[in-house]
């Protein structure tokens, strides 16, 4: 990969983020009153997040069927409120045994 | 003088306590940034660039998406509206900060602390009933040195770690996504409803042909801007409380 353009990109990539973190610190100090605005932002991470995991988790692995697996139980362990790290390590380890039982098989 | 001692005490607890109660978040970082060093290097990228682009951007859905935009040989364009559209809320949490830090914070604090907000910063530096700049730079001075790690050591181990275990660490960034989203999810009927129409229609449009020629950066930039813009018109989210 092109140096330079990688560089280029990781600043751009950067830039972006820091000014959306900077701009309301400055600029603006007190609340933002319209209610769509607010929920617009407020519904922005998860349909962003959502969007972001499927389908793609289908494909995030060697074998579709350990994706799947992996994908249920990540869905009921997160259902059940499990804390970051323990739902995506259960994640890999379901992955991981799915891929053992499907190379044995 | 005895005010400014006060004041100098009062900023280094504020900023001992961020920093305790970033360990945790550190941790975290630490195992989540670690499988974007490895997605990264398995796309080609070395160890160097992720953890200098772990500490620059400092988000794991943005990093993630942008790792796919520059693979993919996205446009410049493309890639700032990719990271506009992912880290959009962070303007509602940088909002909902400056709303809460004292007005009398000058610019300068207010510019060096604002890399500081992400999710888990955020929610900390949310819960204080008075914030200071110290307190999220305590948080900042160990979970950043967390995330940047992390990514450095993922990109070093995934050229070593043989290719079962790449395929199931693969996994954790979207086991992490959704032990975000569920949760709330779960309780609140509006944000289930957006987790399943956006999960639809991505795969409608990663699905039909025709419609697969759209780049990944593009689809949730769509996805997103119209499933949240529908349910904030059909459904205001009334609730104080957002984060």
């Not at chain 2, 660039?49 to 693979?71: E, K, R, Y």
């Not at chain 2, 001075?141 to 990514?151: D, K, L, M, Q, R």
Request: aromatic fraction near 12%; charge should be positive.
């Amino acid at each position: 990969m092109n140096r330079s353009h990688l560089l280029l990109s990781i600043l751009v990539m950067a830039g972006t983020t820091y000014l959306i973190r900077l701009l309301p610190l400055v600029l603006f100090r007190k609340e933002i009153k319209s209610p769509f605005v607010r929920s617009f932002l407020f519904y922005i991470p998860f349909a962003c997040l959502a969007s972001m995991t499927f389908p793609e988790i289908l494909y995030a692995t060697d074998y579709t069927a350990s994706a799947i697996a992996a994908f249920a139980v990540a869905v009921f362990l997160a259902l059940k409120k499990k804390s970051l790290p323990t739902v995506a390590l259960a994640g890999c380890l379901t992955v991981f045994i799915v891929e053992r039982l499907l190379v044995l098989l | 003088m005895k005010n400014r001692e006060m004041t100098n005490k009062m900023n280094r607890k504020d900023f001992a306590q961020g920093a305790r109660d970033g360990i945790p978040i550190a941790l975290g970082y630490f195992a989540v940034s670690f499988t974007f060093g490895m997605a990264a290097s398995r796309d080609g990228i070395g160890a160097f660039w992720s953890a200098f682009t772990s500490l620059l951007c400092l988000s794991s859905a943005g990093q993630f998406a942008g790792l796919d935009v520059i693979v993919a040989g996205g446009s410049f364009l493309e890639l700032a509206l990719t990271q506009l559209v992912i880290n959009l809320r962070y303007l509602l949490m940088s909002f909902s900060l400056s709303a809460k830090l004292a007005g009398s914070v000058g610019s300068a604090p207010r510019f060096l602390m604002a890399h500081g907000v992400t999710d888990e910063i955020f929610a900390i530096s949310a819960a204080r009933d008075r914030l200071t700049p110290w307190y999220t730079w305590g948080a900042m001075s160990v979970a950043v040195p967390g995330w940047t790690a992390g990514a450095l050591v993922g990109g070093v181990l995934g050229d070593l770690l043989p290719g079962f275990l790449l395929s199931a660490f693969g996994i954790a960034i979207y086991g992490m996504f959704l032990a975000i989203i569920l949760p709330p999810a779960s309780e609140d009927r509006a944000i289930l409803v957006v987790v399943l129409a956006a999960m639809a229609f991505r795969a409608i449009l990663t699905w039909t042909p025709g419609l697969k020629t759209i780049s990944p950066g593009f689809a949730i930039i769509i996805v997103t801007v119209t499933v949240a813009g529908i349910a904030a018109w059909l459904h205001p989210h009334t609730e104080e409380h957002s984060s």
